[in-house]
């Protein structure tokens, strides 16, 4: 039973979970993620894993509830358990002794990148990490970072909180001050991902992106995650979730990540209005 040991409120619509799934928690290593349906009626997510707990066997999960099954996800309570949780999924990163990694994190891609930065860290890596949100509202998971980085730069769009600027900007300002950066890790929007890659591009800087696509089983089957990377198709989940940013067409898989939008929309619609009607009944 994946029973929910702890959940907090951290940012609107942003909770940390501490789930009980020991067997998880033994074999996870930083990158992978599991695949997690809230209810047996919900839908399946991927959720990237931040750390894990061998002692204690639990797994930290970042969830911002932006669609049907993380709102669902959002509504359970400490004490109640998830319907299924499958995993680790996924490749592990790359981890050596590269010298100085920057990590960029926008909104909850912070967390999907803290276990990396972690990681490259006790590999001997000087860790400079770059974190962004919208406002002082959004900002998370500031303590973690701080423990695991050698420099923290943490922004926001309106200047509400840290330094005023997006992420991409404050990477421009490194390489700007002769900061010698000789790999770059990125997680988060899309969009910020293809800025980033364009950005260590002209500095011959390797990049390296966790990817976010539409998912469902998670195992390679659906074909669902397909995106292109250096002109061939993969799947993000079995030959991922990271990738080199320079071989990764963000155009495409922006276009698939936006596809099933408006369907989301309506079943979440639909979801409601059930809900409603239960209640009619109920009274």
Same mark, same amino acid.
């Given at each position: 039973? $994946?029973?929910?040991?702890?959940?907090?409120? *951290?940012?609107?619509?942003?909770?940390? $979970?501490?789930?009980?799934?020991?067997?998880?928690?033994?074999?996870?290593?930083?990158?992978? $993620?599991?695949?997690?349906?809230?209810?047996?009626?919900?839908?399946?997510?991927?959720?990237?894993?931040?750390?894990?707990?061998?002692?204690?066997?639990?797994?930290?999960? !970042?969830?911002?509830?932006?669609?049907?099954?993380?709102?669902?996800?959002?509504?359970?309570?400490?004490?109640?358990?998830?319907?299924?949780?499958?995993?680790?999924?996924?490749?592990?990163?790359? !981890?050596?002794? $590269?010298?100085?990694?920057?990590?960029?994190?926008?909104?909850?891609?912070?967390?999907?990148?803290?276990?990396?930065?972690?990681?490259?860290?006790?590999?001997?890596?000087?860790?400079?990490?770059?974190?962004?949100?919208?406002?002082?509202?959004?900002? *998370?998971?500031?303590?973690?970072?701080?423990? !695991?980085?050698?420099?923290?730069?943490?922004?926001?769009?309106?200047?509400?909180?840290?330094?005023?600027?997006?992420?991409?900007?404050?990477?421009?300002?490194?390489?700007?001050?002769?900061?010698?950066?000789?790999?770059?890790?990125?997680?988060?929007?899309?969009?910020?991902?293809?800025?980033?890659?364009? *950005?260590?591009?002209? =500095?011959?800087?390797?990049?390296?992106?966790?990817?976010?696509? !539409?998912?469902?089983?998670? *195992?390679?089957?659906?074909?669902?995650?397909?995106?292109?990377?250096?002109?061939?198709?993969?799947?993000?989940?079995?030959?991922?979730?990271?990738?080199?940013? =320079?071989?990764?067409?963000?155009?495409?898989?922006?276009?698939?990540?936006?596809?099933?939008?408006?369907?989301?929309?309506?079943?979440? =619609?639909?979801?409601?209005?059930?809900?409603?009607?239960?209640?009619?009944?109920?009274?």
């Amino acid at each position: 039973m $994946f029973e929910i040991k702890t959940k907090t409120k *951290i940012a609107p619509d942003i909770f940390r $979970f501490e789930i009980y799934a020991p067997l998880i928690a033994k074999k996870f290593q930083a990158g992978q $993620f599991i695949v997690l349906r809230p209810l047996e009626s919900s839908e399946r997510v991927p959720l990237t894993i931040m750390k894990a707990n061998r002692e204690a066997g639990t797994i930290t999960l !970042i969830v911002k509830a932006i669609g049907l099954s993380t709102r669902q996800l959002a509504e359970l309570k400490e004490g109640d358990a998830v319907a299924d949780l499958l995993g680790p999924l996924g490749k592990p990163s790359e !981890i050596g002794k $590269f010298g100085t990694v920057v990590v960029v994190g926008g909104g909850v891609g912070t967390a999907v990148a803290f276990a990396v930065a972690q990681t490259l860290k006790e590999a001997g890596n000087r860790i400079i990490i770059i974190s962004g949100a919208r406002d002082q509202s959004f900002v *998370i998971l500031e303590d973690d970072l701080r423990e !695991i980085s050698d420099e923290l730069i943490m922004a926001t769009d309106d200047g509400s909180y840290g330094v005023k600027g997006f992420v991409t900007e404050l990477l421009k300002d490194l390489y700007r001050k002769g900061e010698q950066i000789d790999r770059v890790i990125a997680a988060g929007p899309l969009p910020m991902m293809k800025l980033i890659a364009d *950005i260590t591009r002209e =500095h011959g800087t390797p990049t390296i992106v966790s990817l976010n696509p !539409i998912m469902v089983d998670g *195992i390679g089957m659906c074909g669902g995650c397909r995106a292109l990377v250096n002109g061939k198709i993969v799947f993000v989940c079995v030959d991922g979730p990271e990738f080199d940013a =320079h071989q990764v067409d963000f155009d495409s898989l922006m276009r698939r990540n936006n596809a099933y939008r408006d369907i989301e929309q309506e079943k979440e =619609h639909a979801c409601k209005l059930d809900a409603q009607i239960e209640e009619m009944k109920r009274a």
